[in-house]
């Protein structure tokens, strides 16, 4: 399988070295920004993780000239995303439809972010729970304490 | 001969692993000074012979000795000497024994600069260190050997992957495996410490100086690989939330959360086992990483089952080390003594949330990684998770953590005062609403969320300026004095503060670029001009130039500015003989922190050139904030108190503290 991994670096190479072309774009400025902000969504499927607004493999540029087209017969942005997934499935999305299979995937950073916000509450609460409650510590200090302190001061050792 | 001799000179380096290993941990268990101190000398020794077959590999490459089967598949004898160099870690087998070599010379340091360390706890620590080594070099030995021969060797090589001809090369590797097998050291002086069962501030402050030192490089090099990403592939991206670019950034935010848990433990002797599970996690994930990026798996999961070998010996390298790691965190963890007691706001407190956000970043980033790898190999469903998905979780996780910055070195150790804090950085919090509203006016309108990034970049650079003006006196006193005073302050104050500056010029940067980039995408013929912001290029012609193993068809462009001419850019398209393959060379002009950015399509039948042209403003402050973070790590890392054993301060601390 390295052969078919070696197949694929070097096509991406001597491809044309160019994501977007300049014959490839719309000539009204509006569906073009759309378009380029539908390209960094959706994947080349042949490349290592580049959307097709940055690759230059020819797979890439079919897909460009294919949202382009959509849009040019009036597709919503959601309409051409739909007709992307329709014909190569969920793979063509950068970032994951909200679904069974990725609900782990969306909510897990939140989760986890709340789970040690709790963590930490839970066992902050247990751990002083377990101190005597001493609110002596921040008045009073011991005769050892003291003469340290003040040694301390004197002797400007950190 | 040279080639067996590096082979040979390999095999001794892990016999001496193998004993470095095993007889310190025996001493250490049996309280035998003698047995303990053959860790010191063994651990120099194996590094020595690491590096003789480091040194063997590399001198096959410079001559090009084609009969070694690494060199010929990775190696030309037309090119560059540094790129010969270079080319030895710009593969596979060669990079692997960079990765033992490095993990040999954070041994050799920790024996060589570890004098006052405990014996014990030198003695395990280079043990621990040492079964990595083991593991590795029998890694290299069994399935990645370099030293290996061709039977007929041909008369030249197949040459480098162009792309990674480039000086990129001969700095990004070194310095981003310093940083993630440097995170081997906090590794081993964890686990030495649960197997001895002993863990007190002394710890954290022997461990905090390896950490940093990991740190700086891991930093160093990542923003090393985005620049060079950047001027590289043609299209002027600098980050791509690529899974290689993930394995190196999780070990970078679980190695900063590390530094600051550190940090409590060793002032305040709290946090502990929290601490040492973080020296696992980050190694741990250096060597997630290292599995990632070595085992094909990324490619394909098909890939990776097809030619399992070496994916299967370092996923039994991960299961070894990260699961004998927590089970024996697992065991002897809650054996530890916690310390200092600490009310939730306080510098303890704002450290806790620090690492509570960056390990949440973290793990943001390795479920992003994973999950479609996981995904497809549970239920073969493909999908695929990339930036537009990270950037939407990431974002939200940093911005509180960013509003955070700012408080931490401002609260007080066991009980702050956040209403306080807040007063004291009011001053930041102005300058950055300022900026919003400025921004948000010169944008004449548009999302609020650019004028908030910006804003928000600058209240963290301000904000971490605040400490520093206040201890010095800055706009109260006379500047002598704020100067004598400023000198007086720990580094480790000055540390902080320099890579806090540093995040928020990164973030300046980061989002002048991703808001404010401009784009130009023409076909030109010679004599025409293209022109962005207040910049016009005209298009010269184009010439061929002959370089060492490659040609150039080089495009000329004079760049004006209000007519004037400033220089010139000349982006090529650079063809390689030896591969038939051909890249891009961008041309950058650096007009302040922000570039012009030129690169080349491929010429047109009827003379015409497709070019691309971007303005990117604010770019270079990316990197440039990397290296004040930098910095600052290296102001923290030559703090005197950092430095174990260091004499006492010489001059008196009361009499250089602020009067306030």
Redesign the interface.
């Known amino acids: ?2 052969w ?2 070696l197949i ?3 096509t991406s ?2 491809a ?8 490839e ?1 719309l000539s009204d400025p509006a569906l073009e920004v759309r378009a380029r902000a539908l390209s ?2 959706l ?1 080349c499927m042949v490349c ?4 097709i607004d ?1 690759s230059e493999a020819p797979l890439a540029r079919d897909l460009r000239i294919l949202v382009r087209e959509r849009l040019q017969v009036g597709d919503s942005d959601r309409q051409v995303i739909d007709f992307l997934v329709a014909r190569y ?8 439809r909200f679904s069974w ?2 609900a ?3 909510f ?2 939140a989760t ?2 709340i789970a ?2 709790c963590g ?1 509450f839970v066992l ?1 609460r247990r ?2 729970a377990n ?1 005597p409650r001493t609110n002596g ?2 008045e009073g200090l011991t005769a050892a304490e003291a003469a340290r302190v003040s040694e301390i ?1 004197r002797g ?3 | 001969m040279i080639a067996e001799f590096g082979h040979y000179a390999l095999v001794l380096a892990l016999a001496l692993a193998l004993v470095q290993a095993s007889v310190p941990m025996i001493g250490a268990r049996k309280n035998d000074s003698v047995l303990m101190a053959v860790a010191g000398p063994t651990a120099i020794a194996q590094f020595c012979f690491v590096a003789i077959a480091f040194a063997a590999l590399m001198t096959c490459y410079v001559r090009s000795d084609f009969s070694v089967v690494n060199v010929f598949e990775n190696s030309h004898s037309a090119k560059p000497l540094m790129y010969k160099l270079s080319g030895v870690w710009g593969n596979h087998e060669g990079s692997m024994l960079l990765w033992v070599l490095i993990l040999s010379v954070f041994g050799a340091l920790v024996a060589l600069f570890g004098a006052n360390l405990p014996a014990r706890l030198k003695a395990n620590v280079l043990a621990v260190q040492s079964s990595i080594a083991v593991a590795f070099i029998l890694f290299i030995l069994v399935t990645s050997n370099p030293f290996l021969r061709i039977a007929d060797a041909p008369l030249e090589g197949r040459d480098l992957n162009p792309i990674l001809q480039d000086p990129g090369l001969a700095i990004h590797p070194p310095l981003l495996y310093v940083g993630y097998v440097g995170l081997s050291i906090s590794f081993s002086f964890a686990i030495a410490a649960l197997i001895d069962g002993r863990i007190d501030a002394a710890w954290a402050r022997w461990v905090r100086p390896w950490t940093l030192l990991a740190w700086i490089f891991l930093t160093l090099g990542i923003a090393m690989g985005s620049y060079w990403a950047y001027y590289t592939l043609g299209w002027g991206g600098w980050w791509f939330w690529d899974p290689v670019e993930n394995a190196s950034f999780m070990p970078w935010l679980a190695a900063t959360a590390l530094l600051h848990s550190a940090l409590v433990m060793e002032k305040r002797d709290a946090l502990k086992v929290w601490t040492i599970l973080l020296a696992i996690l980050a190694f741990s994930l250096s060597l997630i990483g290292t599995f990632l990026v070595r085992s094909g798996v990324l490619t394909s999961v098909h890939a990776f089952a097809n030619d399992p070998a070496r994916g299967v010996f370092i996923l039994a390298i991960l299961v070894l080390f990260i699961g004998g790691s927590l089970t024996l965190f697992a065991l002897r963890a809650p054996l530890l003594k916690q310390g200092g007691l600490f009310a939730p706001v306080s510098r303890e407190g704002a450290l806790v949330l620090n690492n509570l956000f960056l390990v949440s970043a973290c793990a943001t980033v390795f479920i992003g990684t994973l999950y479609p790898l996981a995904l497809e190999a549970l239920t073969g469903e493909k999908i695929s998770v990339g930036a537009p998905f990270f950037n939407a979780t990431f974002a939200p996780l940093f911005v509180p953590l960013l509003i955070a910055v700012p408080f931490g070195p401002l609260l007080a150790w066991k009980r702050g005062d956040l209403l306080g804090v807040a007063q004291r950085l009011v001053g930041a919090a102005g300058i950055g609403v300022i900026t919003v509203a400025v921004v948000f006016a010169m944008e004449g309108g548009g999302p609020i969320l650019v004028p908030f990034a910006i804003g928000l970049a600058l209240y963290v650079m301000a904000g971490a300026l605040t400490e520093i003006v206040e201890r010095t006196g800055l706009l109260k006193v006379p500047l002598a004095t704020a100067f004598a005073r400023a000198r007086g302050l720990p580094r480790s104050a000055w540390g902080a503060a320099f890579a806090h500056f540093g995040l928020g010029i990164t973030l300046l940067g980061i989002i002048g670029e991703t808001q404010w980039s401009l784009e130009r995408i023409a076909e030109l013929k010679p004599g025409q001009t293209i022109s962005i912001r207040r910049y016009d290029l005209h298009f010269d012609g184009v010439r061929n130039r002959q370089g060492p193993n490659y040609r150039d068809l080089a495009a000329h462009f004079t760049v004006r500015r209000h007519g004037d001419v400033i220089g010139v850019m000349e982006p090529a398209k650079r063809s390689f003989p030896s591969r038939g393959t051909a890249i891009t060379e961008t041309a950058l002009m650096t007009r302040g922190v922000s570039q012009l950015y030129l690169s080349l399509g491929d010429p047109n039948p009827d003379g015409s050139l497709a070019v691309r042209l971007y303005y990117k403003p604010l770019v270079l402050l990316i990197w440039l904030g990397a290296v004040v973070m930098v910095v600052g790590g290296g102001l923290s890392l030559s703090d005197r108190r950092l430095r174990v054993g260091a004499p006492r301060p010489a001059r008196s601390k009361a009499a250089l503290s602020p009067a306030e």
């Open positions: 399988m390295r078919l991994f694929v670096l070097l190479i001597t044309p070295a160019f994501a977007v072309e300049p014959d774009m960094k969504e994947r290592q993780n580049q959307s940055d499935g969920e793979f063509v999305l950068l970032r994951p299979h990725t782990l995937l969306w897990g950073p986890l972010l040690g916000a930490v902050a751990y002083r101190f510590e921040q001061l400007g050792e950190r």
